[in-house]
Structure formats: structure tokens, C-alpha cells
């Protein structure tokens, strides 16, 4: 019998130490410039503002969230108005769903077929591997009626309305900032339906010196919320490019911005590459909401002249990430849509 046929945990080392490394990606993985050293304080901005009643703090949280887009692409937020009792049942359902056995996680799970992957199928080298397993839900379909996911299935839907609310109001105040009438195709093309929810599992790991638990990437997304454990490991990249570390902060979530953002704003807004190194000794989870819009929407800048990128669907885009993961082991991103 395999080994990990009643172990929930995937065959991540088998895989990663039949990779072979590659030289050059270690080197600028883990040299002196691109280790992290210092953690770092990202901003916070108290959501309540938005709301005040009075007509200078609603401006001013505005600016806030807006200069935190543009000069970290990624901050805390506070008041977010998502009861940390509904945060908390949704950890333990994670780890009951991340706590069973591997063949039956990667067989159905109750989940949309698909919606499990561990490690990094791509990976041609041990540079470009994952120390990880999710499940990426779409939040059109949260999976089979069966009993065993009720609770799961109940606790997510409520998440994803939630979750929606909060991703969408970020977006509005970040786009009405820019000042753009088409503001409202952005909430408009973004809904419970068209975005989806990660659930990352980081398993102890043997190897944290020389590993990611997620390799470095931007999101995909308009915007993505991560609601983060007690245990540190998340990264991003300084516009130095070295790399520091992000704790969680009571209380908060993470707010980070995505390709399409960074597009849409024209670069204004920026996309943060970011990363998350395993730990030795202690595992790590974390739930992760992306704002994305329906594949047939049109990104384009919302400047209307001088665009940096040249319009393209969102459907497009994943299609054109896809083939690079598959072809380079990597995504390329933006960059493809440069004009
Ligand atoms: O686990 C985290 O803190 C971040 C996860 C992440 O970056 C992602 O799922 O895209
Ligand atoms: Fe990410």
C-alpha cells in the first residue's frame, strides 16, 4: 500500500526530491539580496470611514486605501465587517477538510472535481515547486449536497457574501478614486459567482530553508483578502526587491492587489509579487477570497489614453497564464500585454 494512501498529507516530499534543482534559480532565490531579513509594517486602514457620515473621513479613508494601493499594493484592514466567528468555523472546517486522507481529498472531497491540487504538477525543477495542497472553490458551485459537507458548504456561502460585500466595496472606493464613470463595471462584472475562494494548507516542512510553501507570483485577481493563521511566512517583494515579511495582526485581514487591478488603474495601483515560505515544525493555513470578474469581461485602462497594457479579457488572460505555467513552469502575467 502506498503511504500516503490513509495519510492526509500528499506525497510532497517523494515529488520534490526526485526534482532536480536548478543552479541558477536557487542562486536567485537565496542569495544575500533576496532573503528576507525584517519584517515589515504594510498600512492599515480602518474601513469604518468609508461609512462615517461625515463627508471628510469618507474622502480620506478613500485616499488611504488608495495610496496604500499604489505605494505597497497590499495592506491591513480593520473593520472590515466580518464576524471573526464566522472566520474562526471556517478554520476548523479547513483543517477537518485538510485533515483527511489524501486519496479521498484527491478524489472528491464533496467539492467540484478539480478543486484539489497539491505541490506543483508543472514544476521542472525543485526551484519552482510548492510546499502546499488547496482547494480552489468557485463560488458557483460549492460542491455536492452530501451531509458530511454541510456545515462546510453552509459556513462557505456565508463567507462568499460576506467576502463579496468587502472585496467589492475595496473596489469601488479604489476605482471612484480614479474617478472613472466606468467605476461600476467593475462591481458590476464581479460577483459571488464569477470570483472564488483558495483554501491553502502549508504542511510542516522538512526542507523550510530551502523551499516555498508558495513559490512567488502575483494574483490574478482585481483584488484578493487573505485571512491569515498565527504563523507569520508570508512575503513581498520591496520595489528594492528584497523581500520581507508580512506578520498577521490581530484582528485584520490583508488586502492585496491584483493584475487586473494594476492594468485597469494603469499601473497606478501595483500588483505585489509575494511568496510564503514554509515552516519546520508547525503547520500553516490560510483562506484566501479573489475578486475576479466573468471570463468574457473586458479589461481595459481606465485612463482611456496612453494605455500601458492593451485591452484584454479576463478569460484571455488566464488562458495566456496557463500556457506559460505549463510551457516555462512559471506565469509571465502582465507583461504578456504590454503595448
Ligand atoms: O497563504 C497566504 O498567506 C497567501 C496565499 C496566496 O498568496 C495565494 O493563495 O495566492
Ligand atoms: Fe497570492
Not at 479547513?94 to 484527491?106: A, N, T, V
Not at 453552509?154 to 467576502?163: F, I, N, Q, S
Not at 523550510?208 to 502575483?218: A, K, N, Q, W, Y
Not at 505585489?272 to 519546520?280: D, N
Amino acid at each position: 500500500m502506498p503511504y500516503y494512501s490513509t495519510s492526509s498529507t500528499p506525497p510532497l516530499e517523494e515529488t520534490y526530491v526526485k526534482l532536480p534543482s536548478n543552479a541558477l534559480l536557487h542562486q536567485q532565490n537565496l542569495s544575500q539580496d533576496n532573503t528576507c531579513t525584517k519584517e515589515c509594517d504594510i498600512p492599515t486602514i480602518t474601513l469604518h470611514g468609508l461609512t462615517s457620515s461625515i463627508s471628510q473621513e469618507r474622502t480620506k479613508c478613500k485616499e488611504d486605501i488608495a495610496k496604500a494601493a499604489s505605494e505597497w499594493g497590499i495592506f491591513y484592514v480593520l473593520d472590515h465587517g466580518i464576524s471573526h466567528k464566522l472566520l474562526h468555523v471556517m478554520r476548523i472546517e479547513q483543517i477537518r477538510l485538510f485533515s483527511m486522507p489524501f486519496e479521498k481529498k484527491r478524489s472528491w472531497c464533496g467539492l467540484p472535481y478539480g478543486s484539489y491540487r497539491w505541490g506543483t504538477p508543472t514544476a521542472t525543477c525543485q526551484e519552482q515547486f510548492s510546499w502546499s495542497e488547496a482547494f480552489h472553490v468557485p463560488l458557483s458551485d460549492i460542491g455536492d449536497s452530501s451531509e458530511e459537507f454541510k456545515t462546510f458548504r453552509e459556513v462557505m456561502d456565508k463567507l462568499a457574501t460576506d467576502m463579496s460585500n468587502l472585496a467589492n466595496t475595496i473596489a469601488r472606493s479604489l476605482s471612484e478614486y480614479l474617478g472613472d464613470p466606468s467605476t461600476r463595471c467593475i462591481t458590476k462584472s464581479c460577483n459571488k459567482s464569477t470570483s472564488f475562494f483558495r483554501l491553502n494548507h502549508y504542511p510542516n516542512c522538512p526542507f523550510s530553508e530551502e523551499i516555498f510553501g508558495l513559490v512567488p507570483h502575483t494574483d490574478s485577481s482585481y483584488l484578493t483578502i487573505v485571512h491569515p493563521d498565527k504563523v507569520g511566512k508570508l512575503q513581498l517583494k520591496m520595489n528594492d526587491s528584497k523581500w520581507v515579511s508580512v506578520q498577521p495582526k490581530p484582528g485584520a485581514l490583508i488586502v492585496n492587489i491584483g493584475d487586473l487591478f494594476q492594468a485597469w488603474s494603469n499601473d497606478v495601483y501595483k500588483s505585489v509579487e509575494h511568496r510564503v515560505v514554509p515552516r519546520s515544525g508547525a503547520d500553516r493555513h490560510s483562506i484566501v477570497y479573489f475578486l475576479c470578474p466573468s471570463y468574457d469581461s473586458l479589461i481595459g485602462s481606465c485612463t482611456g489614453h496612453s494605455p500601458i497594457y492593451r485591452s484584454f479579457t479576463f478569460g484571455e488572460f488566464r488562458k495566456e497564464v496557463d500556457k506559460d505555467v505549463k510551457q516555462l513552469g512559471c506565469k509571465v502575467g502582465l507583461p504578456r500585454f504590454h503595448l
